[in-house]
């Protein structure tokens, strides 16, 4: 296996991953204390709750191979529960949050059942369909639990979505500056959420999915289960995509389908793309990389959607493994690592029409 | 019998529809490998530009149609040459090639957008008129709208099988690198298919139109429906996704006066989730096709 | 205080009819905003305005008319020398296909980002008052359209906090009862004999259409009707027959839509006119925009529809939807829907005047003297009469409120008699333009 090819990068490579980790989460700690602007606040907060999605759903889709698009039916599962609990029971949001998460792993073990028995583009289509039906469900829920009329309230509450079911507490405790608490628990989440991700991807799951990439025929006569391996992915970093949605709610005191529709699908997938989908970091790069550029393109408002797109095809097109990967490759450039041929140079000539000098850059981009 | 009459005379249309928008993705698909989310956009475009042509150009409808799929094969050949030469040669051509068709789709929505507004505009390719069955009165454009349809998948169909590119765009479906070496060029059947399905595109969107209207996103909702039919039906098999489509269009229209409207589609997508862990490979697909 | 300002607006607009560079807008709140600024120009500080309006999404068709109207009202009002001699310049954010995560951070960035003094907007869906949070925070003056039921709750919970926060329109609620009684009016006149006393619903599926449906149904028994068939249908509904063949199996006296999309309601009058049932066809809203004509044809003659949310066929309405055509063109644009926002500038603008200016971000005090002139006044817009509720600071519907058409917003029943031309309004009186006629498809 990979492992035996280059022992000694794989050692060190657990290391840089947790000290990158607590540099990250040491400024992300401190950051507050620098801003005044509870807008930016309040983005940053949406920033770590993106990242934290995302950073699970490229364990899902980039180490497992499992192309699932219900990452965000996970979301809206937690999410959802969350507000339940918190308005028919007045649940405690914070473990409100908890019991999304672990209604999240039901719901991906179900999910799971379903999909991962299928291969690649139909696990893409079953996930995609099950995300439209419940986006349908819940946008066309109009069945009162309680009352009637004016004051019907459906379970889901429709296509307004849940609202007045309580948030963190924040707000009596720190006044205007409330959104500082929601941001450090999202910042929370996402710590959990990244460590978790260390913990697979360089971890004996991880070998066994690289196995499985590299060579499915000598992994399955080794012993590895591809179906029972993805199953346990798929639900652990249901988990954490749960929790995420439960700290969306409680953030913005509100959620509504729109956590399901196409255009935030779109928004998230950029993210991983433009990251670099199957490395580490690349969800959390790209994640900040999109909010900042959507961010600036707000100014130009009509034009905002039209850039985003662009950006999108720029990237996948030109950097097809992120930014992550084109830091990958130019750092290991530096430390001389790889050859010139399979290296940066390499990839831009093929992409530029040269032939092909030979296929092993290719193996190059499987292995991060 | 009224009832039954109405009812199937409805879901025949929509199946027809659905056909419709599922033709040129099933195509694609099957020759290329590449599930194109911008489809809906294709289709979106092909039916501003009949509706641009014949409003502000006053070019007759008879010539405006052929001009819109000229415009669709152009648009087509514009996203070979921008995006889809550059990456076919990639390992993970099967994914990306969604993500940078999602980014397309947000561009030429907005593009749209920006030219057009977002008024639902009538498109003007519309016939009027229609007969009697008893009581009920058929309309001819929903017969047009089926006649069309079958139309194309058969053209398609023949020329997948009957002519020298159809055999290239087969072989590469088959096989990339063993077409290669037989001396296909990939390159210039990946474009074809391209051409080809904006031209289908172009068709599909204007005969939509013609009941839904016009709108920047009228593409999305074909869309959706059109993965359901595709993957129903096996990817790549453009028969099948024919007969899929007309079969899920009545299945609906039946759920619809049955159970109500409200659950019909939530109830056929369960059917088909079902259908799809029984047959994981389609009513008509074989797993040959299938890449993994 | 609200019987001063008509009085002194009655004198202005005179002087105003007789030379004003806008032309002949006649609106009271204009007139207050021109005396209040007593001929000054507006060369002074621009004040900062938002509107968190859909530009993009499936939304888009209504935002780019509230961005045009809310352009309008902004260009109107600094040619009447602003408010107090500042001009208002607006910033639009786009909230894209809306909900919270969309409208939230856009309204924070224009308090944050450009420090707005108010932020006016049209509509903005499934928001579940999230943003009120973050108004009341800052105490910034906001006035949407959002037509939501749950404006009135807020208010209720805690009518000192949100008390900057003002709905323009009439809650949802109001459509339900009011069509029944609409109903009533119309039989009870002898212009309409229902064949039964059955009414079938479709209903849209969004809040707005199941509460309005609920509000039918609910009543329906204490006006005499029961409900045969409830159906709720998707956006992009374009094919009838399922329904349609329901609706023949049983037939009713009323079908009633609460389904807006104009080109969806457009495909059912195409199927339904072919193969009619001797019903009245009612639809919220969506025949309003020119779409539904345009693609119905023949076929959309004689349905009826109501929406408040539309500006009225008289002298203001007329000359306001001329402007509007003027400066955007005829070709794709609906000036009924950009009426919505255009009343709240000149709301907004002519209260801020009153209160002695605009209060930025933070400025509780001044914001809530705004809100306080607001509040008590009345204004006559292109809408007609806008009154707030005292309690719930949302719009006061006419007739389904009160009785007396000066003090509330007219809900307008509308009826398509000529496809070719805009509808006309039959009630209520005094606004009606032409009275009922029996659709074409109907006996009896």
């Known amino acids: ?368 | 019998m009224e009832t039954a009459v109405l009812v199937i005379l409805g879901g025949l249309t929509l199946g027809g529809m659905y056909a419709l928008s599922a033709i040129g993705l099933s195509l694609i698909w099957g020759a290329l490998g590449m599930l194109n989310m911008a489809h809906g956009a294709l289709l979106a475009i092909g039916s501003y530009a009949c509706f641009a042509i014949f409003t502000y150009l006053g070019i007759s409808l008879i010539f405006a149609v052929p001009l819109a799929m000229i415009a669709g094969g152009i648009v087509g050949l514009a996203i070979y040459v921008v995006i889809v030469r550059h990456m076919f040669r990639h390992p993970s051509f099967e994914t990306n090639i969604i993500i940078a068709t999602i980014g397309l789709a947000i561009v030429s929505e907005n593009l749209i957008l920006r030219f057009f507004g977002a008024y639902p505009y009538k498109q003007p390719l519309s016939i009027q008129g229609g007969f009697r069955i008893g009581e009920i009165f058929v309309p001819y454009q929903n017969l047009i709208i089926l006649a069309c349809s079958s139309v194309l998948v058969a053209i398609v169909g023949v020329l997948l099988q009957n002519t020298r590119m159809g055999r290239a765009i087969r072989a590469t479906a088959m096989n990339k690198d063993a077409a290669l070496l037989m001396g296909v060029p990939i390159g210039r059947v990946y474009a074809q298919v391209m051409v080809f399905s904006g031209c289908l595109a172009a068709v599909s969107g204007i005969m939509l139109s013609t009941i839904t209207t016009l709108s920047p996103t009228m593409g999305d909702s074909p869309m959706i429906k059109a993965f359901i039919i595709v993957a129903v039906a096996g990817l790549g098999n453009v028969y099948g996704a024919f007969y899929v489509a007309i079969g899920l269009g009545v299945l609906e229209a039946v759920f619809q006066y049955g159970i109500g409207v409200r659950f019909a589609f939530p109830a056929l997508l369960l059917l088909v989730i079902v259908s799809l862990i029984w047959r994981p490979y389609g009513f008509f697909g074989s797993k040959t096709v299938v890449r993994n | 205080m609200s019987s001063s300002i008509e009085r002194d607006s009655k004198v202005s607009r005179r002087k105003f009819l007789a030379g004003s560079a806008v032309g002949v807008t006649g609106l009271t709140a204009a007139g207050v905003l021109a005396s209040a600024n007593a001929g000054k120009a507006a060369d002074g500080e621009p004040i900062p305005i938002g509107a968190a309006v859909p530009l993009t999404g499936w939304a888009a068709a209504d935002g780019i008319e509230y961005k045009r109207g809310l352009q309008l009202a902004a260009e109107e009002v600094n040619a009447l020398g602003g408010i107090l001699g500042r001009p208002i310049e607006f910033h639009f954010e786009d909230t894209k296909v809306m909900g919270p995560d969309n409208v939230v951070p856009a309204m924070q960035r224009l308090i944050d980002r450009h420090n707005v003094h108010a932020i006016i907007n049209g509509y903005n869906g499934s928001t579940g008052t999230a943003e009120y949070d973050l108004i009341a925070d800052d105490g910034v003056i906001y006035i949407h359209a959002n037509t939501d039921v749950q404006h009135h709750n807020a208010l209720e919970r805690d009518p000192e906090r949100y008390q900057t926060i003002f709905m323009s329109d009439p809650a949802e609620v109001w459509y339900g009862e009011g069509l029944l009684s609409f109903l009533k009016n119309l039989t009870e006149s002898g212009q309409f004999k229902p064949e039964n006393r059955k009414i079938s619903l479709i209903l849209g599926s969004d809040t707005y259409g199941a509460v309005i449906g609920s509000g039918i149904s609910d009543n329906a028994a204490k006006y005499g009707w029961e409900i045969n068939l409830t159906e709720t249908v998707s956006y992009g509904t374009s094919e009838w027959g399922p329904i349609v063949s329901k609706l023949r199996s049983d037939p009713p006296g009323v079908v009633a839509f609460t389904h807006w999309v104009p080109q969806d309601l457009a495909q059912f009058m195409l199927q339904f006119a072919p193969n009619p049932t001797n019903s009245l066809v009612y639809m919220q809203y969506g025949p309003s925009i020119a779409a539904f004509r345009e693609i119905a044809e023949t076929a959309s003659e004689g349905v009826i529809y109501s929406s408040v949310a539309q500006s009225l066929q008289d002298e203001m309405g007329l000359a306001f939807m001329e402007r509007y055509r003027g400066k955007y063109g005829s070709e794709g644009t609906s000036p009924l829907n950009g009426a919505i926002p255009y009343d709240s500038v000149f709301m907004y603008a002519s209260s801020a005047a009153i209160a002695g200016g605009t209060g930025e971000p933070g400025e509780i005090e001044q914001n809530r003297k705004i809100a306080d002139v607001l509040r008590r006044s009345i204004y006559r817009g292109v809408m007609g009469t806008t009154r707030f509720f005292q309690n719930w600071q949302a719009g006061v519907p006419y007739p389904d409120a009160t009785d007396d058409p000066s003090l509330g917003m007219p809900h307008q029943y509308s009826q398509i008699q000529d496809w070719k031309r805009d509808a006309v309004i039959i009630a209520p009186s005094p606004y009606e333009t032409a009275p009922f006629e029996m659709p074409p498809w109907m006996t009896g």
């Not at chain 1, 364990?59 to 497992?64: E, L, Y």
């Not at chain 1, 296509?159 to 205007?176: C, N």
């Not at chain 1, 004996?204 to 590895?224: H, M, Q, W």
Request: a positive charge; proline letters at 3%.
């Open chain 1, 1 to 368: 296996m990979t492992v035996q090819t280059r022992p000694t990068h794989r050692r060190s490579a657990a290391s840089p991953d947790y000290l990158i980790l607590i540099a990250l989460l040491a400024v992300g700690i401190v950051l507050p204390y620098f801003m005044d602007s509870r807008y930016a606040m309040s983005q940053l907060t949406l920033f770590l709750i993106w990242a934290t999605v995302v950073s699970q759903w490229n364990i899902v889709m980039g180490f497992a191979g499992i192309f699932s698009l219900a990452q965000l039916v996970l979301f809206a599962v937690g999410g959802y529960t969350a507000a339940i609990l918190g308005k028919y029971f007045g649940t405690d949001m914070f473990l409100g949050t908890l019991l999304g998460g672990a209604a999240a792993v039901c719901a991906s073990l179900l999910i799971g059942f379903a999909c991962l028995r299928l291969r690649g583009i139909y696990v893409a289509l079953l996930t995609f369909a099950i995300a439209q039906a419940a986006f349908l469900l819940i946008n066309s829920d109009t069945n009162c639990i309680i009352g009637s009329g004016q004051t019907c309230q459906t379970l889901t509450g429709g296509p307004r979505g849940l609202s007045q079911f309580g948030d963190y507490g924040f707000r009596q405790l720190l006044g205007r500056n409330y959104i500082v608490g929601n941001y450090y628990v999202a910042l929370t989440a996402l710590a959990l959420a990244v460590t978790f991700s260390i913990v697979i991807v360089r971890g004996p799951l991880g070998f066994a999915f690289k196995a499985l990439r590299d060579n499915e025929t000598v992994a399955v006569c080794s012993g590895i289960n591809r179906y029972k391996y993805q199953l346990l992915v798929f639900a652990f970093s249901a988990f954490f995509t749960g929790i995420a949605g439960g700290v969306y709610a409680a953030h913005f005191k509100v959620i509504g389908p729109s956590v399901l529709g196409f255009p935030l699908l779109a928004f998230l997938v950029s993210m991983l793309v433009v990251g670099g989908l199957g490395r580490l970091w690349g969800p959390v790069v790209g994640a900040a990389l999109l909010m900042l550029v959507d961010e600036q393109l707000k100014e130009f408002t009509e034009y905002r959607n039209l850039g985003l797109g662009a950006i999108i095809i720029f990237f996948i097109v030109l950097l097809p493994d992120g930014v992550a990967g084109m830091i990958e490759r130019v750092s290991k450039k530096f430390r001389g690592q790889l050859g010139e041929k399979q290296g940066h140079w390499g990839r831009w000539r093929t992409r530029l029409g040269m032939p092909m000098g030979n296929k092993l850059h290719k193996q190059s981009s499987a292995n991060s």
